[in-house]
């Protein structure tokens, strides 16, 4: 091979770089036989030559000196420095193989920009002393226009968008894990991303010394495991489920392993891991998890549940244009070792992605995702014709075989199986007749907009057929990376091509073999199409023993394939030049007017172009081999022992590649001209459309119609994912993950949904029904003080009594707001015990005060700490459950208020008898008592809590998937669509909150049920000891009544969640209760009745109002679309509805004891407001949905932009029917008839 792969041979301009370094070196201080390998930094070129150090037999020159065009001041500071390995001859394999392993090269475009600023400013050295040398003319010819956006900054933000839509890929999966920016590392190569991933695997674990190659994977990968580490791998090559058990048999013996490595699916058989069980080995014996998605990707698949790392080429179809190279290196949030992984490779990150390679790109990746499901179809179609050929033993595809159910476990709703595919013929002769016969480009690549075929082995395990054979690699293996033509010119070229076989007496099939159309290709491909997902099932694989288990034969030999083997290996090691090569194609230049193939001046190999523009850079993370393309845009076709030369070029076939539309492969240099970096080449015509007129690239992309036969398929219409403006808009970065008009539920069938919840109730409930509990008994504890004395000791009328009660309600609204902001930001299970914990300090200070004034600070500074405590829970809970399981765990937590109330008549009935003990009162004894137990309860709160699904430890990867994904699409099943929640914080969601509707009426409603609530929790003991009985008859006999209604609250909230009728019935009938209650109270005192008739009426009031409370929270959370919206939108109904406790305050005055006329009266008024808000809310919610299903799903809006409006998107409906559509009519449910 005398072109080749940017990673594998060094590129023309590069070769060029290094010659000037050399020259000007040369006269100052090396021999004349001294090489140079160029790195982006010195970290890299000093770890190269260590490499080289340990590797060679002999000590020879090895010098690192940094050259920049800028001068020695600046040196490092910008992108125009590259540091220069300077070595001896005999050193070139050992620097070749680090350079090529560990993708740490530097690009052409960084090394053309470098010669440029060479060229204008002259050569610095980093040697001591430094020098500047003039130089000669270059034998390149530089375009310095093009580099000068570049130096001002251009590619900054196209990073950051890179980045971006890696991770909103990644986070628009069906589980709802969301990716931050920061965890998206941004590498110059697939190669660099997993050479980094692996060196932050040995400081995560420094112990150990293990890692495990799971699968038949790239060769690279293992090459990097075994050399440049703790060389101590375990490679199990076969991939299967028995391999699995051997592994963990291991493991269970005292192994122990930094890191499995794995592929999804495997390149080059397409196996799919069992993800699955790999993640519960990975929990049980604590090792991380790396997987490579390139060929899955993260538009098909959903790795998150199970991966701690996720690596990527971007090099492959994220690019597609075979123009540039990247790679990034994903850790997923949910990790159990998010936070050690992410600081070890941070340390070891350097920024080397130079800034013209991310404009390139950017620019080649915005359609991604139609390409990804483009050539999803195409593959299905591909391999179902080649599997239904009789002269094909074997089609390697995850759709086929056992191991399909592995794969859509992890596949996404509406997600592919991908583009690549292999074929094993039961012939070797066929297969080298199909290789011939097949009429499309020839090369080792994959990824690419065009389809790309090539024979496996020749470019991968050339010396080692018989060990790859041994994992089912044949050595006749057919590898076809499907591209973006047209589906009916790849049927019409393959069954061409597979037609070449029935005349062979290997192949024949007595006229049964046909070949197919594509409507039967596509009619056969329905089922592997479909979306449905399976159970999965156990895989068939290959068995292996003890001894098979071994390091590859790459251990035992140097002789790499991509260093020796014919296809690969260099022209010419003594120079490291490694290839002759041609001119590169400077960026924006129109490469489609080249002919089709060309013969090389300088060696005669014949050599074809492929359909459109290529340059000089595609990574190889995932192709164990060297890629075709070189800087001249050229694909490599082969001579060698078993696949003769195909028809001698490409072009040989001029009549049928004339039927290849050119614009399946879109050309991104191109598009450089239309981009922030503009060309020199503004003379240069871009490609005209059919119509004859001249079409810009920025303007082009596929149509999703198949094109005419033998024309170009441009569309004139923005590529997906840009902005209308010049300027970037953030709307427009992200790219959506979902497929349209495809999007289905995920199938979660064979998660025990009951036994998830119960495990879930188990875990939550408990701590937080403490938490509220505490805070409950806090907050009512003065009410007991009182009648313990309170007021007397401390000199206060009741008007400053009343004025404590209510300072506590106007600083407990204020913070309520910030307190959720800060919920979700610090984490529940930290926020919520700190702010109990001050709570409690709060609470036992209070018991010390000695005055009036005293108490009224600490009544508002304890108001302060309790704001957050039930928000925040009520918060906390519309992140676990959905909102039609939400009120039963409310009604559980909220009964803490009954049992609170109950126990805290008992323990202040206790406590009272410690009045005298160390000088202190009864009342002061509760509030010391009670505060201290509050503080040990939120530091044992601290230790029970659970922060978000995502980060549940006690939930399996596939249940915390679970729990997200029905919280996310939860809101708008009904309406057909499956939007996504927003989860992003903008002050627009806190804003929207203020001024909703919703939240103004149920806050109304609020009212109707917290304000008897507080009139019982302040003045119960109060009204008790007003009827005739003392203090702690008084005290003993608020038990059965928050007993009874606490019971009635657990009940009532059960049947609501599992009742088809509305959820405004279940607030309003409590209602009801709350105003007989009252109303019985109110008559029996004017009338001078009986203690027990007011007692009662109490009763029914209290039995009234806790089950009332529950309902009426949960109503307006579901009702909340968006996370942050809620958290305001909860917080300022709690917030504002708790004003409500300020009117109570001076309800009940002492002058109106004991009948308390007024105070009774105020509370039915109150509760008939209350009441007509529910109406009201009930009628509205109503009205607004069925306008919605008049109107239609109109698609005006975009899925993220639905997402972004919450509940005002026409997809959303507002809940108040737990089970059921609203088919009764509005006035009918709203009487409860």
Not at 532 to 539: L, Y
Not at 868 to 895: N, P
Not at 929 to 940: I, M, N, P, W, Y
Not at 1138 to 1158: C, I, K, T, W
Request: glycine share 8%; hydrophobic share 40%; net charge negative.
């Amino acid at each position: 091979m005398l072109v080749g792969y940017p990673r594998f041979f060094v590129q023309k301009i590069i070769q060029e770089l290094a010659t000037v370094i050399l020259g000007a070196l040369n006269n100052i201080i090396l021999p004349s036989n001294a090489l140079a390998m160029l790195f982006p930094t010195q970290e890299d070129a000093e770890r190269c030559a260590e490499f080289v150090r340990s590797s060679c037999p002999e000590d020879h020159l090895q010098i690192v000196c940094g050259v920049s065009g800028r001068d020695a001041g600046r040196l490092g500071d910008d992108w125009t420095c590259v540091y220069a390995l300077i070595h001896a001859k005999e050193s070139l394999p050992y620097a070749k193989k680090f350079w090529q392993h560990t993708g740490s090269g530097i690009s052409s475009r960084r090394a053309e920009h470098t010669l440029s600023l060479f060229q204008k400013e002259g050569l610095h050295i980093c040697y001591e002393p430094f020098v500047k040398i003039p130089l000669q003319k270059l034998e390149s010819e530089i375009d310095h226009v093009r580099f000068e956006k570049v130096c001002d900054g251009a590619g900054v933000s196209e990073k950051i968008i890179v980045r971006e839509r890696v991770a909103q890929l990644l986070s628009d999966g069906p589980t709802g894990i969301k990716v931050p920016l920061t965890d998206v590392f941004l590498y110059p190569a697939g190669m660099k991303a997993i050479y980094d991933v692996y060196r932050a695997m040995m400081l995560v674990f420094p112990q150990r010394q293990k890692t495990v190659t799971y699968g038949f994977l790239y060769v690279d990968t293992e090459k990097i495991l075994s050399r440049f580490g703790t060389k101590d791998s375990i490679f199990y090559g076969f991939g299967g489920s028995e391999e699995l058990g051997i592994l963990e048999h291991t493991l269970s013996t005292g192994t122990e392993i930094m890191a499995l490595f794995c592929e999804f699916p495997g390149n080059p058989l397409l196996k799919t891991p069992d993800l699955k069980r790999i993640r519960e080995l990975a929990d049980r014996f604590d090792f991380v998890v790396v997987c490579d998605d390139t060929l899955g990707t993260s538009v098909n698949c959903d790795l998150l549940p199970y991966a701690d790392v996720i690596v990527t080429s971007l090099t492959k179809l994220f690019s597609g244009s075979c123009n540039v190279m990247g790679g990034t290196a994903t850790i997923n949030p949910l990790s159990r070792h998010h936070a050690k992984i992410h600081e070890c490779l941070s340390s070891l990150f350097v920024d080397t992605y130079y800034l013209e390679d991310a404009v390139a790109m950017e620019l080649s990746s915005r359609d991604f995702v139609q390409r990804v499901y483009t050539t999803n179809s195409n593959a299905v179609i591909i391999a179902d014709i080649l599997e239904r050929h009789e002269s094909v033993e074997t089609v390697f595809y995850p759709s086929l075989g056992d191991g399909k159910s592995l794969y859509d476990r992890c596949r996404r709703p509406g997600g592919g199986y991908g583009y690549l595919l292999s074929v094993k013929f039961k012939h070797n002769s066929d297969a080298i007749r199909f290789h011939d016969a097949l009429n499309v480009a020839k090369g080792p690549s994959l990824g690419t907009n065009f389809t790309l075929v090539c024979g496996y082995t020749l470019f991968a395990h050339y010396y080692e057929l018989d060990w790859a054979a041994r994992y089912g690699v044949s050595e006749h293996l057919i590898r076809i990376s499907i591209g973006m033509e047209p589906a009916s010119y790849l049927v019409n070229v393959f069954n061409k091509a597979l037609g070449s076989l029935k005349t062979t007496p290997s192949s024949i099939c007595s006229g049964e073999c046909k070949v197919m159309s594509l409507e039967q290709a596509a009619s056969s491909s329905k089922e592997a199409l479909s979306t449905e997902r399976q159970m999965p099932s156990s895989q068939e694989e290959h068995g292996t023993t003890d001894a098979e288990i071994a390091t590859s034969p790459l251990e035992q030999s140097d002789s790499a394939q991509c260093d020796n083997s014919p296809c690969c290996s260099p022209a010419d090691d003594t120079n490291n030049t490694m290839a002759p090569v041609g001119d590169k194609s400077d960026i924006g230049r129109d490469s489609s007017s080249a002919p089709l193939d060309h013969q090389d001046k300088d060696t005669g190999t014949i050599l074809a172009t492929e359909p459109r523009g290529t340059a000089d850079c595609r990574d190889s993370q995932c192709s164990a081999d060297p890629c075709s393309t070189s800087d001249s845009s050229r694909t490599l076709v082969t001579e060698s022992s078993g696949l003769t030369r195909v028809n001698s070029t490409l072009a040989s076939s001029a009549g049928q590649l004339s039927d290849i539309p050119s614009s399946t492969v879109s050309s991104s240099e191109d598009e450089h001209s239309s981009h922030d970096v503009k060309t020199s080449h503004s003379n240069e015509k871009p490609d005209a459309d059919i119509n004859g007129r001249d079409a810009r690239p920025e303007d082009c992309h596929l149509s999703s119609d198949p094109p005419a036969k033998g024309h170009l398929s441009f569309k004139k219409e923005p590529l997906p994912g840009k902005p209308s403006s010049k300027k970037h808009s953030k709307e427009h970065i992200h790219t959506p993950g979902h497929a349209p008009d495809e999007y289905v539920n995920i199938d979660f069938s064979h998660i025990d949904e009951k036994k998830v919840l119960r495990k879930m109730d188990f875990r939550l409930i408990p701590a937080l029904t403490l938490l509220y509990m505490v805070c409950y008994v806090n907050r009512g504890n003065i009410g007991n003080a009182k009648i313990q004395g309170l007021t007397e000791d401390l000199h206060m009328s009741g008007a400053k009594y009343n004025l404590c009660l209510m300072v506590y309600f106007f600083t407990y609204c204020i913070f309520m707001v910030p307190s959720n902001l800060l919920l979700k930001k610090f984490r529940p299970s930290r926020w919520l015990p700190f702010i109990m914990v001050c709570s409690g300090i709060t609470m036992t200070l209070t018991g010390l005060i000695q005055g009036y004034k005293s108490l009224l600070l600490a009544r508002a500074f304890l108001g302060a700490t309790d704001s957050g405590v039930y928000s925040g829970i009520t918060y906390f809970l519309t992140m676990w459950y959905c909102r039609h399981e939400s009120q039963l765990r409310q009604a559980m937590v909220f009964s803490a208020t009954g049992f609170a109330g109950a126990f805290s008549g008992l323990l202040a009935f206790l406590i009272a008898k410690m009045d005298g003990i160390a000088g202190l009162y009864g009342w002061q004894w509760i509030f010391i008592l009670e505060g201290f137990s509050t503080v040990v309860s939120a530091v044992l709160s601290f230790f029970m809590m659970n922060d978000f699904p995502s980060t549940a430890t006690f939930l399996t990867p596939e249940e915390r998937a679970w729990v997200l994904h029905r919280l996310k699409y939860q809101n708008y099943k009904g309406s057909g669509e499956h939007v996504a929640e927003a989860d992003r914080f903008h002050w627009n969601h806190v804003r929207a909150a203020f001024t909703d509707w919703q939240v103004l009426v149920a806050t109304v409603m609020f009212w109707g049920i917290i304000c008897p609530l507080y009139g019982i929790a302040l003045f119960l003991p109060t009204i008790i000891n007003e009827l005739g009985h003392n203090a702690a008859t008084s005290q003993l006999l608020t038990i059965p009544i928050y007993l009874t209604a606490s019971v009635l609250t657990i009940l009532l909230a059960w049947h609501s969640d599992r009742s088809k009728r509305g959820r405004a019935r279940y607030i309003f009938i409590p209602m009801c209760f709350i105003l007989a209650g009252f109303t019985i109270a109110i008559v029996a005192s004017a009338h001078g009745g009986l203690p027990i008739v007011v007692y009662a009426g109490m009763l029914i009031a209290t039995c009234g109002t806790l089950p009332a409370f529950p309902g009426n929270i949960t109503w307006l959370s579901s009702n909340l679309s968006g996370s942050y919206k809620r958290s305001a939108g909860m917080a300022i109904q709690i917030g504002v509805g708790n004003l409500g406790g300020v009117f109570v305050s001076n309800f009940y005055r002492e002058e109106d004891a004991p009948q308390y006329l007024m105070g009774h009266g105020l509370e039915i008024a109150v509760v008939s407001l209350g009441m007509i808000a529910v109406i009201v809310l009930r009628v509205g919610y109503a009205r607004v949905n069925k306008k919605r299903e008049r109107e239609g799903n109109k698609r005006s809006y975009s899925l993220s932009q639905m997402s972004h409006m919450g509940d005002r998107a026409p997809t959303f409906r507002w809940f108040f029917r737990p089970i059921g559509g609203f088919s009764w009519e509005v006035i009918e449910d709203t009487l409860f008839l």
